[in-house]
T-cell receptor
Framework: GNSVTQMEGPVTLSEEAFLTINCTYTATGYPSLFWYVQYPGEGLQLLLKATKADDKGSNKGFEATYRKETTSFHLEKGSVQVSDSAVYFCALSDTDSGNTPLVFGKGTRLSVIA | GAGVSQSPRYKVAKRGQDVALRCDPISGHVSLFWYQQALGQGPEFLTYFQNEAQLDKSGLPSDRFFAERPEGSVSTLKIQRTQQEDSAVYLC??????????FGPGTRLTVL
């Protein structure tokens, strides 16, 4: 079945540092890929998504590229801020229509210190 | 506009009690999902509704878990004879069917 593996946390960075959170997936067919973020005390929010190979999703300075050859969707940000402290989840779904279940990784907690 | 809401936000139950968790999706959203998130883990799919029809319940862990959405709007997840392993955050998400899933804040269930 479909599965997602993402790097274990927690990750602690200083403000303005470069961020990479690795995510790889196993799936049949051509899934859509997502990064969700969970800020303290809040619900899961979609951060970005990509629906086909070589697509790049981006939002709020975060980027991730759908790499079919390496089955990866690594999350990157060039300069993190304290406000980026949250738990980040990589996920996949058979479609991007919102009609199919999401399969999540275990999450990576990011702490950014000033 | 109003997002997905869930109630209660926190629930403590004694082992063996029945609980009911409510989800109010975004108005007009036809698709509704329930997920279970254990501590330190990612959410795991439980069940899916399209309007009032439960199209997929493959993720429900046992027959103690039951979900309904009788009028195609509000949904209730019911857990009978709760066990300690049921302790988790239960997340509800809704979708228009043409876009992403929007998540509620979750209900944290603790079974003593």
């Amino acid at each position: 079945g479909n599965s997602v593996t993402q790097m274990e946390g927690p990750v602690t960075l200083s403000e303005e540092a470069f961020l990479t959170i690795n995510c790889t997936y196993t799936a049949t067919g051509y899934p859509s890929l997502f990064w969700y973020v969970q800020y303290p005390g809040e619900g899961l929010q979609l951060l970005l998504k990509a629906t086909k190979a070589d697509d790049k999703g981006s939002n709020k300075g975060f980027e991730a590229t759908y790499r079919k050859e390496t089955t990866s969707f690594h999350l990157e940000k060039g300069s993190v801020q304290v406000s980026d402290s949250a738990v980040y989840f990589c996920a996949l779904s058979d479609t991007d229509s919102g009609n199919t279940p999401l399969v999540f990784g275990k999450g990576t907690r990011l702490s950014v210190i000033a | 506009g109003a997002g997905v809401s869930q109630s209660p936000r926190y629930k403590v139950a004694k082992r063996g009690q029945d609980v009911a968790l409510r989800c109010d999706p975004i108005s007009g959203h036809v698709s509704l999902f329930w997920y279970q998130q254990a501590l330190g883990q990612g959410p795991e799919f439980l069940t899916y509704f399209q309007n009032e029809a439960q199209l997929d319940k493959s993720g429900l862990p046992s027959d103690r878990f039951f979900a309904e959405r009788p009028e195609g709007s509000v949904s209730t997840l019911k857990i009978q004879r709760t066990q300690q392993e049921d302790s988790a955050v239960y997340l509800c998400a809704s979708s228009s069917g043409f876009d992403t899933q929007y998540f509620g804040p979750g209900t944290r269930l603790t079974v003593l």
